[in-house]
DNA sequence: CGCCCACAAAACATCGATAATTTTGCTTAT
DNA sequence: ATAAGCAAAATTATCGATGTTTTGTGGGCG
């Protein structure tokens, strides 16, 4: 009764395997919040939480421990990975360095293909931007669409990836920080500065107005982040 | 990957956990070649190779398979990584970004114990490099730890884990070209220039020295490697 | 003669249970 | 009362066994 199965449908990516679930679920939790820097991760509990074995939530858990999301402390189990003032700029540093590469080549051997889907995904990222009733969850999407769209061109698998988990770890500080949204910021503006030096074709500009944009986005981050350590409300589960 | 701030050494003696013992075997195996590019890897053959269970050989292989070291394929296990003239390419050009950045910030904020331990990995380098018959062995281990010395005044704990991986990607490469070691170049002379240009805090002149290091070291080996791909004895196994 | 389907064998992914280790809580002596 | 030492409890790491998916093979049909 076990048909070649349905064709492959790119869209809604339902992970083949119970680690890939697990490892996806898990991921999105720590990126989202949900679970807590600092978090114990029982296997027990999150076995009952996910209803997922325990044999692929500790797989998952070590792929996660290699990106950098959890640590696996000896024979102590898993926690998620603390977030701290001094991490927030590392990993701020480094995505700078690594996107701005990555731009560069993107810019300098960008194709068609790359410029109008890159056009499209500015497209709809000034829609979702210029809405007066943010939909943070849409726009959150469309701000990754973007970011990948310009770095789509670049060469280099490589640096992709290293972008792809920085961006997400950075995007752990963002969520915290939109809910206690802030101080005045046009990141439109940003934005458009990066898009039109990126369609000029000018890779050093580009570079330039991103690197303002991410250290913009750190400042505003360490700002509540700072707030926060302050009072640590965190859940010590 | 668990490894602490420490410089490279080459064996941990005793792996606290099954784990990481699987994972430290597994890892060195596929720098050094004995397990080939490509080669499917059977979990119950590994079992009986290293002599442990199946649940730890999957969680090392899936921290390998976030580390770059081996792919994991949906449903059909684990391989071995390929290797390709492009994907050294990559490595290459990441590691000089990671690298040459983590140089200048090592030499712009070491401090005197930097220094001290700069000395002396260079000095044994040295000795090693004078050496009318070289051990291969000791060399390399030197190698790797005169880098992370040039290294180890950055302040940037990523950018170091980043520089440890992909060096370990490289050394895959590097270690098929020594088998047919070949092309005349005078390493210790690379070698002392990014030294002396340290030493003087000249972080410019020492970056470019260490590109120019990388992608001699490159070269060498694309060279070795294009060769053997035309006549690929890969073990398909 | 070749293609396709069905079946069998192998390998993978997963589960439940066991062994080993760490943490916690209690007792006792100073 | 406090700190050290021991014992129980909780939790982790690991193993052996079981279900599913994939792969290889042979026979039937066009």
């Known amino acids: 009764m076990n048909f070649p199965g ?75 990975v603390p977030m701290s003032y001094n991490d927030l700029q590392d990993i701020t540093r480094v995505r700078i360095l690594i996107e701005t590469e990555a731009l560069r080549d993107s810019i300098e051997s960008g194709d068609d293909v790359w410029e109008s889907r890159l056009v499209a995904a500015y497209y709809r990222l000034s829609k979702l931007e210029a809405q007066a009733e943010p939909d943070y969850e849409q726009r959150e999407r469309a701000n990754e669409v973007f970011h990948s769209a310009l770095l789509a061109g670049c060469g280099s698998p490589l640096l992709l990836r290293l972008h792809h988990t920085l961006y997400d770890q950075h995007k752990r500080y963002r969520n915290i920080s939109l809910l206690t949204a802030t101080v005045p910021r046009d990141v439109h503006e940003e934005h458009r500065a990066i898009y039109d030096a990126a369609l000029a074709r000018d890779a050093t500009k580009a570079c330039d107005a991103t690197r303002v944009h991410i250290m913009r986005t750190m400042e505003v981050t360490l700002e509540v982040f700072r707030k926060a350590e302050e009072k640590p409300a965190s859940a010590t589960n």
Request: glycine share 10%; net charge positive.
């Open 6 to 80: 349905a064709p492959a449908m790119g869209s809604s990516p339902q992970p083949k395997t119970r680690t890939d679930r697990a490892y996806l679920l898990l991921r999105a939790d720590v990126i989202s919040g949900r679970l807590k820097p600092g978090t114990k991760l029982r296997v027990e509990q999150l076995r009952a939480d996910y209803d997922i074995g325990a044999t692929p939530l500790r797989e998952a858990l070590s792929r996660l421990s290699a990106d950098g999301f959890v640590i696996s402390e000896g024979q102590r189990g898993f926690r998620v």
